[in-house]
């Protein structure tokens, strides 16, 4: 599939929390998505740009985008994952420059039949790599019935 969809559709985030400006390509296994970094988001700082600790947040965006427009289905909001961890995370930069223009990808290495997946996933700024990072996801079939469950 190539699609240039607006992520806010499949991202389940309020409006303002979306990072992602458009899904470039999906397919089985690979999301690629851009984003442009600005001011005025929930995640900046100030008119500096975006924070190092940003590029995690836009990761696992990238991996809810992917995997909202695979499984998209008219009239059913996009299945909630739960990020359970980043490992191998590495930024080169510590201070994402208002203006840059972001290339993310997200490649789905692994997932089980419960719902465990690995993300292999990064990010390019004017066609340089400048992170990378290993996420690990939940993906339960119903996360309303699964945070049920682990209640006390």
Do not use: K
Request: net charge negative.
């Amino acid at each position: 599939m190539n699609s240039r969809a607006t992520a806010a559709a499949y991202v389940p985030h309020e409006f303002g929390a979306v990072l992602i400006d458009s899904v470039e390509a999906v397919d089985a296994h690979l999301t690629r998505a851009t984003a442009h970094v600005h001011a005025g988001t929930p995640f900046g700082d100030g008119d500096e740009g975006w924070p190092a600790w940003v590029v995690a947040e836009i990761m696992a965006q990238t991996v809810a985008a992917g995997v909202g427009i695979r499984e998209f289905q008219p009239g059913v909001r996009p299945r909630l994952g739960l990020l359970l961890g980043i490992r191998q995370f590495e930024c080169s930069q510590p201070l994402l420059a208002p203006g840059s223009h972001l290339v993310f990808e997200a490649f789905e290495s692994t997932r089980d039949e419960r719902g465990m997946a690995v993300f292999d996933c990064t990010i390019a700024s004017d066609g340089a790599r400048i992170a990378s990072a290993i996420l690990s996801v939940y993906l339960p079939q119903n996360v309303d019935e699964y945070l049920r469950s682990i209640e006390p």
